[in-house]
Structure formats: structure tokens, C-alpha cells
């Protein structure tokens, strides 16, 4: 069940404050954290009218930030243990299964905290529009599956862990080169965005979590203090003049400790759209 409100004020159509708040009630959490609350309160300025700065070159120019908290609920039966009743019998009689995770009676929600600031400038008549977005945003709480020793009897438990930041950078550049009286015009359109992530807490006693391992023995992990999906694996030796070293097999050497290969996230994202 959730409840939603949102108000917005205006000062002479120039200056905005928006304002939203929303409660969600989940049965999948635990039972005394049913309910969770995230608002959040974003603002917006159009200086070129509130200052009269209008021009031939200066089109239209606003800035703008935010604040905002965005919250989710579990997956069923996270918070319960029991039994599970087999599809296949034994001696013609049907059995039960206990599950191999540990539910987490106290399970809460998932939050994500995010502050964001921004700029729309245009500009000779419309003609050309930047705008630019920088983010930073924190998610806690986060719902996660952890690995346990196999002699407890289970394989896994269900936890409330980590804090993961992202933080970038979004620049979208548009523009209308050829714009002729016969109709025939030329707009293109640029968009440039950047994201670092950073593990900054896991679970307690927890430094890294494993999300995945490739066919090549190397292995994808949120480790503390580093970026979130970096690759860990034995780098090729290699000799002083940057050639990989060669066993007498015929197979290539590797070095003996672990290292950051690379990250499953690109260093930046981008596109050029053109329309005739």
C-alpha cells in the first residue's frame, strides 16, 4: 500500500519549489518495518527572466537542484523460514526440504539517497541548448544474498548491507546547424555521460562481495573501498620490453597475486544523433 502527495509553488514564473512525499506499507520487510517514508524537494531558477538578461546571444538560462530520497521493498518470503514441499517422492512419499538460506526476520528497505544540481542554457534564438548535470547518490540498506559456510546447514542468508556511491557527470549539447526558410533544416544531438561508484561499506565483517566469475578464472567483486564491479585476476607477465612471457608449453605465465584487470562499468558513455 502506498500513499503519494506533491505540492509545487511558483514565484512570478520564474522561481519554482517542488516538494513530494510518499510512504509505502510492505508485508515483505520485516514486521516492524512495514512502513518507510522518502520525500524529496527539488528547486528550479530562470535567471534570464528573473534578471532580465535576455539576448541575442542568451536565449534562455535556468539552474536547478534537487534532493531526493527513493525507497524499495523486498522480494516474499525473505523474512521467513520453513519447509518446502518436494516435487519428486520418496518410497512413494512425498517430503518436505528446508530452505539453504537464512531469512532475516528484521528485514528493512532498501534506500537510495540522491543530490543532484544542473543547468539548461540556450542559446541565438534556440538555435543551440547545453545542458549539464552533475549527480551524486548513496543506496543503503541494500537487499543482498551472503555467502555462509556450507557446514552450518545453509548456503546463504538474506542481509541489509552496504553503501554504495555513484557519482557522475550527464552533458547533453544540441544544436540546429542549418535552418532554412524552405523548411529543409539539420538538428544534431550529443549526450555525454560519466559514473564512478565506490564500495564504501558491506556487511558487517564483510570486505568483499562476489557478483560473478568469468570462464577465465578472473572474478567480478564490490571490495571496500574500491570501485563497484572491478574485475580481479592474474595479469600476464610480462618481460621488460612489454612482450607476454612464454612457458615452454606454450601457455602463457601469470603473475602470482591478484590485481584489478579493468571494471564492468565503461569510463563513459556517448551518442551523436543527426536528423535531416
Do not use: C
Not at 512495514?34 to 538578461?53: E, G, K, R
Request: charged fraction near 15%.
Amino acid at each position: 500500500q502506498s500513499v503519494y502527495r506533491s505540492g509545487e509553488i511558483g514565484f512570478k514564473n520564474y522561481l519554482f519549489l517542488n516538494i513530494t512525499g510518499r510512504n509505502d506499507w510492505s508485508s515483505t520487510l520485516g514486521e516492524n518495518n512495514y512502513s518507510f517514508f522518502y520525500p524529496s524537494v527539488s528547486s528550479s531558477f530562470i535567471f534570464t527572466d528573473a534578471l532580465n538578461m535576455h539576448s541575442k546571444v542568451l536565449t534562455f538560462g535556468k539552474i536547478r537542484a534537487s534532493y531526493a530520497l527513493a525507497g524499495n521493498d523486498g522480494a516474499v518470503y525473505l523474512t521467513q523460514t520453513g519447509y518446502t514441499l518436494g516435487s519428486t517422492p520418496f518410497n512413494g512419499q512425498s517430503f518436505a526440504y528446508q530452505s539453504n538460506t537464512i531469512a532475516l526476520f528484521d528485514l528493512k528497505n532498501e534506500l537510495k539517497k540522491s543530490v543532484e544540481f544542473g543547468t539548461d542554457l540556450r542559446f541565438f534564438g534556440d538555435r543551440i541548448g547545453l545542458d549539464v548535470t552533475y549527480y551524486k547518490s548513496n543506496t543503503e540498506n541494500q537487499i543482498v544474498p551472503i555467502t555462509v559456510s556450507a557446514a552450518s546447514g545453509y548456503t546463504t542468508k538474506i542481509g541489509n548491507a552496504g553503501n554504495i556511491e555513484n557519482k557522475g557527470i550527464e552533458i547533453s549539447l544540441r544544436a540546429t546547424p542549418v535552418q532554412l526558410v524552405n523548411g529543409l533544416t539539420w538538428d544534431l544531438a550529443f549526450n555525454y555521460a560519466r559514473n564512478q561508484s565506490k564500495v564504501i561499506e558491506l556487511a558487517p565483517g564483510i570486505e568483499t562481495f562476489f557478483l560473478n566469475e568469468t570462464s577465465q578464472a578472473a572474478q567480478i567483486e564490490a571490495r571496500v573501498g574500491e570501485r563497484f564491479g572491478n574485475i580481479i585476476g592474474y595479469k600476464y607477465k610480462r618481460a621488460p620490453d612489454g612482450q607476454i612471457i612464454v612457458a615452454e608449453n606454450g601457455s602463457y605465465m601469470r603473475e602470482n597475486e591478484l590485481s584489478i584487470l579493468g571494471n564492468v562499468t565503461p569510463k563513459w558513455i556517448g551518442g551523436l544523433n543527426n536528423t535531416v
